[in-house]
């Protein structure tokens, strides 16, 4: 996927690793912000008791967790890692506090609305989700001047998901897909 963007005009791909090591998550989210990212993924294979659950979902930042699921999901994620701190400028606490809080709003109300775009654009090409646009407090969605998603491409505990996600065509699919999605979104009025 890094490739097939980085391979379109205006866009540049950054991982945050390029082989399976451990990389804690914090360190995640600040390889995107020193890379001044317009958008930070974060790119899984979702697990659920229920293996009927199948299908890609985007999740953003929210401290409340759209169910129940979303929650222990992010739960499990964050559990080996906390999140770090940040480096503010030495200014007048309260109007840091309020630069800080405008700033982050502005983040999240962005990554709301590339989830919503993105969901819609994958949805014409990929087995989405009951209900794919989620939220859930994961340490990598908290950066705080970047625009983050998380995306779920489909079920390893889903039979279906797991046999496509097993295929190496599959998954180029998948990536193209996204890239492509994904450069519209990136070209368009929200970062463009």
Known sequence: M???????PGITAKLTRDEDIFLP????VKIGRQAQADLFLSIHADSAPNTAARGL???TLSEHATDDFSKLLADHENEADLMGGMD??????DVTAILFDLAARRTRNTAQHAKANFVQAMSRNWHL?????????????????????????????????????????????????????????LDGPLFG
């Open 2 to 8: 890094a490739d097939a963007l980085s391979a379109l």
């Open 25 to 28: 998550l914090e360190e995640r």
């Open 57 to 59: 979902s985007v999740y």
């Open 88 to 93: 503010l400028p030495q200014a007048d606490k």
């Open 129 to 185: 989700l009951e209900r794919p646009m989620r939220a859930a407090n994961f340490v990598v969605l908290r950066a705080p001047d970047v625009p983050s998603m998380l995306v779920e491409t489909g079920f390893l505990s889903n039979p279906r998901d797991e046999q496509i996600l097993r295929e190496p065509v599959q998954r180029e699919k998948i990536a193209r897909l996204m890239a492509k999605d994904l450069a519209t979104i």
